[in-house]
């Protein structure tokens, strides 16, 4: 596996979990080891469901930007989330701190997230002069609504993570509000609000 993402098992819960200093940011290392760990607890028939988590003192807070102005590198964020979201698996993104341009572009690919109250959420690329390019115009708007999803969209703001609605999906016809625990080796704190997207096909 990568050096800056793991995938430990446990019980049925596969854990992916993000640790590349300070602020997990989106570098090609972090997208092929999530690419990798994704497909690999996918492969598993122990594992029935995934954790997306990150540790530290936040979630995936963006791009890397050493990697601006030079030629990409693979894998492409699209083919990523495009293999979390087809996942035949649940995938749940466990969030604190900030969860910020591809940060959130990730957690909203993945069928369910849950939060802390605290966590920061939003799509800043415009205060750049640039617009999301891993999807998450499409995602959010399912997520949170069309009102909210533009003002975080046009507006670049983030917003906390009391604020994310909870929201029903038809498919699953179950409502957004959960709590759960993390099993790690970090402290155990209870991630207090979801809000899934969509039921895994």
């Known amino acids: 596996m990568s050096e ?11 854990i992916v979990t993000v640790n590349n200093p300070p602020v997990n940011a989106l570098s090609a290392a972090v997208r092929g080891g999530i690419l990798e760990c994704m497909k690999a607890a996918i492969a598993d028939p122990q594992i029935k ?14 791009a890397d930007i050493t990697e601006f102005g030079k030629p990409p590198k693979p894998p492409g964020l699209v083919e990523v989330l495009t293999e979390m979201e087809n996942s035949p698996k649940p995938i749940v993104a466990a969030i604190h701190g900030t969860a910020l341009g591809g940060g959130l572009e990730v957690a909203l690919a993945c069928h369910y997230r849950v939060a802390v109250k605290e ?6 690329e415009v205060k750049l002069g640039l617009l999301p390019g891993a999807g998450g115009t499409q995602r959010l708007p399912r997520a949170v609504g069309p009102e909210l999803a533009v003002k975080m969209i046009v507006g670049g703001d983030p ?6 609605p909870s929201r029903c999906w038809p498919r699953s016809g179950r409502c957004a509000s959960c709590a759960m625990t993390i099993p790690s080796s970090r402290p155990r704190r209870p991630i207090v609000r979801s809000s899934p997207m969509r039921s895994p096909p």
């Open 49 to 62: 469901a995934i954790v997306l988590t990150c540790a530290g003192r936040t979630f995936i807070a963006g």
């Open 4 to 14: 800056v993402v793991k995938l430990e098992r446990h019980d049925v819960i596969g």
């Open 119 to 124: 966590a920061r959420l939003g799509l800043p």
């Open 159 to 164: 917003i906390s993570g009391s604020r994310s």
